[in-house]
């Protein structure tokens, strides 16, 4: 009887625990034993002093700017200071709709010694796909580097990007290794929110996605910063206006048209970009994020149907980790507390919380161990210093699931924007328009 109970448990608490944890476990673990089996190594951030085929190509850089005056000045100053030869790179800042002062800085900034060409574009099309597709038609260079007016690029970053493609025929489009700027100014609460944005950023483009690239499935080409062959942009269409994902959109379409080539990330490549400046900005973000996920992959119904076990680009597993074991979460998240009222003892409700989070914490563990592995400077310091956020990353993590997931739920429920209201702003608006609407029968009945 004593062991059909432990049987019995086992099982009960299995569904509840063992789901969630293998889900991500496994993938975590998989990483460590690669990396340490040496199917990663590190890869330092030194230039390339050579041009691979003799001749350094022309690069074209479009960064799309939407009210960017307090921005825009830094990121330009970035590509100024590039190991690249400067008179190669030409920059085209497009603006769509700026309603402060961003041509001013384009034109202070003009005005700054460049030996490579940079010019000012407009078009009356609100959005940065609308941006980023003017440019691709006004673009001189071999490559074209798409780059947020919000981000700055390490002094190595275009040489390494453009040797990588010179050195692989076959790569057609990269995502640089985007990482969160180191700042000061933050304290409190939000500096904990910053550590912990910075190792999700680190491990995701410099293990994730390198990973990805190796088995030839990357999900996402970086908003903030990709490359792409600008041939290969043209026999496209270009970007996508219909959804909120732009980016994971623009990937697809590559995976989808040219299955022969491959689109991968440079990690010597790297830009950095502010931290999320509140919890508020950090539910658009990835609601944003996953609402363009859910589009993309709905507006992809060949690359949909690819099964799970697809060698190669399968959308569906991003799809199945992201929503359908996504239930098991919601389910221990409300119903655990509930098991107390069907006669379990609170303290065993609370001993499987506190286990599940000290999984949670084994498998952070590992995941900052594989980072650690991999890390070059100028990251390393931050990384090593950060260490104290493994117990802090699961909250951190589960905190971010229910942002994803409320994406999931704007995709029923709310037309297609590109900025999304947070919800104590959404709440308040959707009260003050109940009253207004109660009191708008009394008005017209006194009238």
Known sequence: MATEHWYSALGFWGVWLFVPILVDGFQSFRYLVATIAGRAKRLPIRPVT??????????????????????????????RAQSYPLELIEILAIDNGSRDSSFKVFCEEQQEAFPGSIHWLSTFHQGKPWALNVGIH??????????????????DAIVNMVAAFENDQDLIAATGAVEIRPESGSSGFMKVIHECEFQEYYFGFNVGRRFES?????FTLAGAFSAFRRDVLLNTYLYDTSTVGEDTFMTFELQELFPDKHVSVVTASVCYTDPIPSLRALYAQRVRWQRGEIEVIAAHPKLATRGLFYRGFAPVRTLLVDHTLAF?????TFLMPALVFFGYEVSTVLLAGVALYAAYVFIEAATWTTSALLVVPPSSRRLWHGWWTIPLMPAYRYGVFWLRFAGVLTVLTEAHQWRTADP?????DEFLRLVHSRKEPGEAKAA
């Open 50 to 79: 050579k041009a691979p085929q003799g001749k350094w190509p022309r690069v074209s850089i479009l960064i799309p700017v939407y009210n960017s005056e307090a921005i825009l000045g830094a990121c330009i100053d970035s590509i």
């Open 138 to 155: 006004y673009a001189q260079g071999e490559y074209v580097i798409n780059l947020d007016s919000d981000v700055v690029l390490h002094e």
């Open 214 to 218: 190796r088995a030839r499935s990357l």
């Open 328 to 332: 098991p979460r919601v389910s221990w």
């Open 424 to 428: 104590v702003a959404a709440s308040r």
